[in-house]
């Protein structure tokens, strides 16, 4: 995507770096875990996920722990999972998650988003067929027999195991996410991130002018302390 690519890379990159943002960020997931999971990271895989990952992001034990015991306290509050859908400028889907205690200060603030950045924000469901829920482990490659792994994983229900870098991207359905965390688990493996992503099935190619144009739109909404996660189709890979 030549520069708008590279000012969108640094973008993440200097988001990524603001620790205090990340840890924000995975307590609300922890949050969301325990409430509807349990405190004990044995019996609910979607917790023991997000530990694996706040320690991959360096977040300190003491923030984990401090974490899933405010979740449990009774007048912790309680975050709902919303999604929004809509479109970008120049036809570019986007997707987000968030976690919020205030919905309708969240939904104020993502439809001004979009209409500041000539878009619109849809109806929920308007962008399913765009994207597909899909797991998504890496791992790094250095000491891992590939043959063994992919063996391990293909019977577990991994849908696509790619190379990138020094690493190893597992892909696999929503159904089958667990059971490829756990076969991970009891094979020993090391994973630097485990997570649901929304994939496009179908990408948008734009110029450098107009890849700006949705990228602002992007900033806007991951700058935003509500939202979790944004996804989109504009291709990146060229």
Same mark, same amino acid.
């Given at each position: 995507?030549?520069? @708008?690519?590279?000012?969108?890379? @640094?973008?993440?990159?200097?988001?990524?770096?603001?620790?205090?943002?990340?840890?924000?960020?995975?307590?609300?997931?922890?949050?969301?875990?325990?409430? =509807?999971?349990?405190?004990?990271?044995?019996?609910?895989?979607?917790?023991?996920?997000?530990?694996?990952?706040?320690?991959?992001?360096? #977040?300190?034990?003491?923030?984990?722990?401090?974490?899933?015991?405010?979740? #449990?306290?009774?007048?912790?509050?309680? &975050?709902?999972?919303?999604?929004?859908?809509?479109?970008?400028?120049?036809?570019?889907?986007?997707?987000?998650?968030?976690?919020?205690? !205030?919905? /309708?200060?969240?939904?104020?603030?993502?439809? =001004?988003?979009?209409?500041?950045?000539?878009? @619109?924000? %849809?109806? *929920?469901? =308007?962008?399913?067929?765009?994207?597909?829920?899909?797991?998504?482990?890496?791992?790094?490659? @250095? %000491?891992? =027999?590939?043959?063994?792994?992919?063996?391990? &994983?293909?019977?577990?229900?991994?849908?696509?195991?790619?190379?990138?870098?020094?690493?190893?991207?597992?892909? *696999?359905?929503?159904?089958?996410?667990?059971?490829?965390?756990?076969? &991970?688990?009891?094979? !020993?493996? /090391?994973?630097?991130?485990?997570?649901?992503?929304?994939?496009?099935?179908?990408?948008?190619?734009?110029?450098? +002018?107009?890849?700006?144009?949705?990228?602002?739109?992007?900033?806007?909404?991951?700058?935003?302390?509500?939202?979790?996660?944004?996804?989109?189709?504009?291709?990146?890979? +060229?």
């Amino acid at each position: 995507m030549g520069r @708008a690519f590279e000012f969108r890379r @640094a973008r993440k990159e200097k988001r990524w770096a603001n620790m205090a943002r990340t840890f924000t960020k995975l307590g609300k997931e922890i949050s969301v875990a325990v409430k =509807s999971g349990g405190p004990d990271p044995e019996t609910n895989p979607r917790l023991r996920v997000i530990i694996q990952n706040a320690k991959a992001a360096n #977040m300190p034990k003491d923030n984990v722990e401090n974490a899933i015991k405010k979740a #449990m306290a009774k007048d912790s509050a309680s &975050l709902e999972e919303i999604n929004y859908e809509g479109y970008g400028p120049h036809g570019v889907a986007v997707f987000i998650e968030t976690a919020t205690d !205030n919905p /309708t200060r969240t939904v104020a603030n993502v439809r =001004s988003y979009f209409n500041k950045c000539n878009g @619109a924000l %849809g109806t *929920t469901g =308007s962008l399913e067929f765009i994207f597909d829920r899909k797991g998504v482990f890496t791992i790094p490659s @250095a %000491g891992v =027999s590939r043959d063994d792994l992919e063996l391990t &994983l293909i019977e577990a229900g991994a849908d696509d195991i790619v190379e990138q870098d020094d690493d190893i991207i597992v892909y *696999t359905s929503f159904a089958d996410f667990i059971s490829v965390q756990r076969a &991970l688990e009891q094979a !020993n493996v /090391t994973v630097t991130s485990a997570e649901i992503r929304r994939i496009p099935n179908n990408t948008v190619t734009l110029t450098d +002018e107009q890849a700006e144009d949705i990228i602002k739109l992007i900033d806007k909404l991951e700058d935003d302390d509500d939202v979790q996660n944004v996804f989109y189709n504009m291709n990146e890979n +060229e």
